[in-house]
């Protein structure tokens, strides 16, 4: 049985569509992430750049341009694992690898460390 009550609920619709807890888990945490990303925008005032887009994409390029500005910048590869971990979930309605899994945890308590203090 799920720790997730909901879960149960969903999963008629999750195995319809081939998908697994591990696909649930990593859309919430990339859902997590997105509301992160905008709590962070909107507590360091960011803005976006006049005549671009204001989508998650840009948000998150703002947000860790302050970041590296405020000498505390993100972990290098973070903003690629993350679109690339989006597309694949998200997007495209497939598993992340382990790897992908770890990256999203990974990165989502970093996100909530950046935009907590």
């Not at 390029?61 to 679109?83: N, T, V």
């Amino acid at each position: 049985m799920s720790p997730f009550p909901v879960l149960s609920e969903l999963k008629p619709v999750l195995d319809g569509l081939g998908l697994t807890e591990k696909w649930w888990q990593a859309a919430v945490s990339l859902s997590l992430v997105e509301l992160l990303v905008d709590k962070g925008v909107e507590r360091f005032n960011l803005k976006p750049t006049p005549g671009h887009n204001w989508d998650f994409y840009a948000k998150l390029g703002k947000l860790a341009e302050y970041r590296k500005k405020e000498a505390q910048p993100f972990d290098e590869p973070m903003i690629g694992a993350l679109k690339g971990a989006r597309n694949i979930v998200i997007h495209s309605g497939k598993e992340p690898t382990d790897s992908g899994q770890r990256d999203i945890m990974k990165y989502l308590k970093e996100l909530h460390r950046a935009v907590s203090q």
